[in-house]
């Protein structure tokens, strides 16, 4: 079986993500939350060492329902500063609390968080079309569009890279290469 690149041979893990999660259309807020928040802990280290703490991080950030982690306070963060199932760096941790208070406001203000992310691609997944691996770009004038308006918005943790490798995790933009089994299924599922 065929697939991306990136995928390490033998780690049935990050191949269960690859051929399960990444890049299928995720619409519900609270998992674009979560997605996003992983994919700010992920810089400057490779998803591998997010993707297999995750768990770790589900309990630590209480599942990641944005109502609870907006709510944490120094305690919270100092608690977090000391769970060594999770990537301690308090930029990072503040920075998804904040990013749970921004999501909590768009949402008190009519605005949903999946919504607001969905329409920069009016609703439809882009199609990457990528030959091999080295096609993919690490960030897109649309990326950066994106990163620079949720900047504005007071969200930690979302430059153009890192909304770029969110776009891909959830779908946004099918970036599976032509020759991975992933991505004709992938694109069925615009």
Known sequence: MKRCAWVPEGDDLYAAYHDEEWGVPERDARALYEKLILDGFQAGL???TILYKRENFRAAFKGFEPEKVARFGE???TRLLGDAGIIRHRGKIEGAIKNAQIWLDMREAGEDFSDYLWNYVDGAPLQGNRKT????PAATPLSEAISKDMKKRGFKFCGPTIIYAFMQAVGMVNDHTADCHRHAVVKRMG
């Open 46 to 48: 490779s998803w591998r």
């Open 75 to 77: 305690k919270d963060v």
């Open 133 to 136: 691996i080295k096609d993919v």
